[in-house]
């Protein structure tokens, strides 16, 4: 008897800040599901993310972590086996700023944009993030929408 199909998943700077400040309100949240995802109990995989969203978290932990942390979260990322880390190229980040340019009314980053073009070519329909940007852009927000932690 096999679980439920995998379901792909992208995961955002958001949560990956989340596991590496023990004092953000979703760190327990984080641990959970990023648990679920690598015992095999939650049924995400491949799981994704981007070098733009790295980039992001390691900018956002040496502002709000220090340097030492910045590098930690970045490293555990960059050498696990659960994450598979996606280039922003050229026809990616075209695409991304086509959508940014597109998106007058909304306050939606470029890194946002640019994992949404990249999720879109993968077919992938949720995002492990903690902001309604994902919402807005067509994606199902992990775990707030799926009901997993």
């Given at each position: 008897m096999s679980g439920p199909e995998?379901?792909?998943?992208?995961?955002?700077?958001?949560?990956?800040?989340?596991?590496?400040?023990e004092d953000d309100k979703h760190h327990e949240t984080v641990?959970?599901?990023?648990?679920?995802?690598r015992t095999g109990d939650l049924a995400y995989r491949p799981v994704y993310t981007t070098q733009a969203v790295l980039s992001e978290l390691a900018t956002l932990c040496l502002y709000k972590l220090g340097h030492d942390d910045a590098v930690r979260a970045l490293t555990a990322?960059?050498?696990?086996?659960?994450?598979?880390?996606?280039?922003?190229?050229?026809?990616?980040?075209?695409?991304?700023?086509?959508?940014?340019?597109?998106?007058?009314?909304?306050?939606?980053?470029?890194?946002?944009?640019?994992?949404?073009?990249?999720?879109?070519?993968?077919?992938?329909?949720?995002?492990?993030?903690?902001?309604?940007?994902?919402r807005t852009l067509g994606f199902s927000l992990v775990p707030e929408d799926v009901n997993v932690a």
């Open positions: 995998p379901t792909p998943l992208f995961v955002d700077t958001g949560a990956f800040y989340a596991r590496a400040d641990k959970r599901v990023f648990d679920g995802i990322v960059r050498e696990s086996e659960s994450f598979n880390t996606l280039p922003v190229g050229r026809s990616a980040f075209e695409a991304a700023a086509g959508q940014f340019g597109e998106h007058d009314d909304q306050e939606i980053s470029f890194v946002d944009h640019t994992t949404a073009t990249l999720a879109d070519e993968r077919d992938v329909g949720h995002v492990f993030a903690f902001d309604s940007d994902f």
